[in-house]
C-alpha cells in the first residue's frame, strides 16, 4: 500500500483527487528494525531523525494514522504503479512515495 505525499519536512499527503491535506500525526524520534538475514544473524538498525527516513516511515503508531487519514479522506493506493499513474493523471510534481503495511480501518456503517 502507497501514499502519495509532499516533500515537506513533515509530509502532507494528497487525497485520490490530488488536494494536498496536512493531517495530525504522531512521528516516533526513533525506531529499530530487526530482521533475520540469509546467513540467521540476527540484523538490528536503527533509525532516527526525519518523518520519513531511508523509505522507513517513522511513524509511531500505524494503526491510529491510517486511521486518521481515511477520516481526513486520504487512503493509500494498493501499488505504486497505481499511485504514480495516479499523480500523473492529476499532474502532481514534486511528490514523492511512503509505503505502509495494510492496515484494516474501522469503519461506521
Not at 26 to 36: F, L, M, P, R, S
Request: glycine residues 6%.
Amino acid at each position: 500500500m502507497w501514499y502519495l505525499i509532499s516533500g515537506h519536512a513533515v509530509p502532507k499527503f494528497y487525497n485520490s483527487d490530488g488536494e494536498v491535506i496536512s493531517v495530525d500525526l504522531d512521528y516516533a524520534h526513533q525506531k529499530t528494525i530487526a530482521y533475520v538475514n540469509e546467513e540467521g544473524a540476527l540484523i538490528k538498525t536503527n533509525y532516527a531523525g526525519k518523518c520519513i527516513l531511508d523509505d522507513i516511515w517513522m511513524i509511531a503508531f500505524p494503526e491510529k494514522a491510517v486511521q486518521a487519514l481515511a477520516a481526513a479522506g486520504i487512503y493509500p493506493y494498493q501499488t505504486k504503479t497505481i499511485a504514480r499513474a495516479r499523480a500523473k493523471a492529476l499532474g502532481l510534481v514534486g511528490f514523492k512515495y511512503v509505503q505502509v503495511p495494510p492496515i484494516a480501518v474501522t469503519t461506521q456503517q
